[in-house]
């Protein structure tokens, strides 16, 4: 891993994002997977889990949860957090786990998908681990093919004198191709009272809401766009849930 809120700095993630603030969203999913999906949605695969604060919230809704990050060290948080879920290092381009699910949910780190080849390799990841009739959420943080440049700041102080703020700015140098940059600044002050200043530039990918569609089609889901609004989101957003059909 290369961002260093995933990496070395992965840690600190529950003071850069707070379990307790994803609430609002995870209800969010929970909703559409059991309107959308075809069957008792009771075992959920994430893809991308990172920290695992959604799960920590959507865990109450379904019977087992299975986690899948890339990061170890993210992994790690998330198992502090959610002891009672399955934790898998995978990349959710890749990973086979050899079962299925009765939902499969992506959120925010779909965003690292910068082409569409990648995202046609998640969908077909979602796609082989949902069973017949279970349903699938994709959750990017913007869609469309321009961005407009934006700021948004926050961070929490921890109980150990440890604390973390940050800025995040999301700005798009090239509005012809299909990425934008996250430039994070990241103020770190350890328990000693010390502090450092930290630079993380993440490359995300931007696509329109009809290319989310052409990609999940083929995959073989029955796909609808939906409106996100919720407090993560500085502005409502769009999320893609596919139906696997049942034969």
């Not at 998330?78 to 299925?100: F, I, W």
């Not at 700005?171 to 012809?176: E, H, K, N, R």
């Not at 350890?190 to 993380?200: A, C, I, N, P, Q």
Request: charged fraction near 20%; glycine fraction near 8%; aromatic fraction near 8%.
């Amino acid at each position: 891993m290369t961002h260093l809120i995933y990496s070395e700095l992965a840690e600190w993630w529950p003071l850069l994002s707070r379990p307790a603030d994803y609430a609002d969203e995870a209800s969010d999913y929970t909703r559409a997977l059991q309107r959308y999906a075809q069957v008792p949605v009771r075992s959920l695969l994430e893809l991308g889990s990172g920290g695992g604060n959604n799960a920590s919230h959507m865990k109450a809704s379904f019977e087992r949860l299975t986690l899948v990050d890339l990061s170890e060290r993210m992994l790690a948080v998330s198992r502090g957090l959610n002891p009672d879920c399955a934790h898998v290092a995978g990349d959710m381009r890749t990973v086979r786990l050899g079962r299925d699910f009765d939902a499969v949910f992506v959120h925010d780190a779909i965003c690292y998908m910068t082409t569409v080849d990648d995202v046609a390799a998640v969908a077909e990841t979602a796609f082989v681990h949902c069973r017949p009739g279970g349903a699938a959420i994709f959750a990017p943080d913007h869609v469309g093919g321009t961005i407009v440049s934006t700021t948004s700041h926050g961070g929490h102080d921890g109980e150990d004198g440890r604390g973390l703020c940050y800025l995040e700015w999301a700005w798009d140098p090239d509005p012809s191709d299909t990425t934008y940059l996250v430039d994070y600044a990241l103020l770190v002050r350890s328990s000693d009272g010390s502090t450092e200043v930290r630079h993380d530039r993440h490359v995300e990918g931007l696509f329109p809401e009809s290319t989310w569609l052409d990609v999940l089609r083929p995959a073989g889901f029955e796909p609808t766009a939906l409106t996100s609004v919720h407090s993560e989101h500085v502005a409502e957003t769009r999320m893609f849930v596919g139906v696997k059909p049942v034969p």
